[in-house]
């Protein structure tokens, strides 16, 4: 029975642990997600300012 304890406790150590991990990494990938979606906003405005100053050049 003991033994049984021992192998549980050590099993949710491994969990806990794993779950940790896997929480730091969804937060990584959520930084690195909002960092995109920033990136790619910042692009179209720069491209869509980039247009309007060609069209304004032309006229």
């Known amino acids: ?32 997600l909002d960092q995109t979606v920033a990136d790619g906003e910042r692009k179209a405005l720069e491209d869509a300012e980039n247009q309007m100053r060609l069209l304004e050049d032309d006229y």
């Open 1 to 32: 029975l003991e033994e049984r304890l021992r192998t549980a406790d050590s099993d949710k150590t491994v969990s806990e642990n794993a779950r940790k991990q896997l929480e730091d990494e969804i937060r990584r990938m959520k930084i690195l």
